[in-house]
């Protein structure tokens, strides 16, 4: 199973970014799948989850700002960001809750996107 993110960018404060997660492999079933970010020098945090049934919840720093969405066929989320501050500035993460053909169901982590606000 791979987790592979896309997207990210250097943005102005205000501004959008959209950026996906692609699940691939031998995929049984896919579950929860979130974004998490981590700026420097802080702990990863979480920012958004999208269940299978398309249930999401979010961080209180991203509410309103940030949307959680997929695609099911494509085995793809997205997190669209609006309203973008300097302080979303950080690596961002995805992580699916992944049963493959060959393994248990586990966690499953992407190599990050960058994504820098500048003010």
């Known amino acids: 199973v791979q987790v592979v993110e896309s997207g990210g960018g250097l943005v102005q404060s205000g501004g959008s970014l959209r950026l996906s997660c692609v699940v691939s492999?031998?995929?049984?079933?896919?579950?929860?799948i979130a974004w998490y970010r981590q700026a420097p020098g802080n702990q990863r945090e979480w920012v958004a989850t999208?269940?299978?049934?398309?249930?999401?919840n979010y961080a209180d720093s991203v509410k309103d700002r940030f949307t959680i969405s997929r695609n099911n066929a494509e085995n793809t989320v997205y997190l669209q960001m609006n309203r973008l501050k300097p302080e979303d500035t950080a690596v961002y993460y995805c992580?699916?809750?992944?049963?493959?053909?060959?393994?248990?169901?586990?966690?499953?982590w992407g190599q990050g996107t960058q994504v820098t606000v500048s003010s």
């Open positions: 492999g031998t995929i049984t079933g896919i579950y929860d």
């Open positions: 992580n699916a809750d992944v049963l493959s053909t060959w393994t248990m169901r586990k966690n499953y």
């Open positions: 999208i269940g299978n049934r398309n249930e999401t």
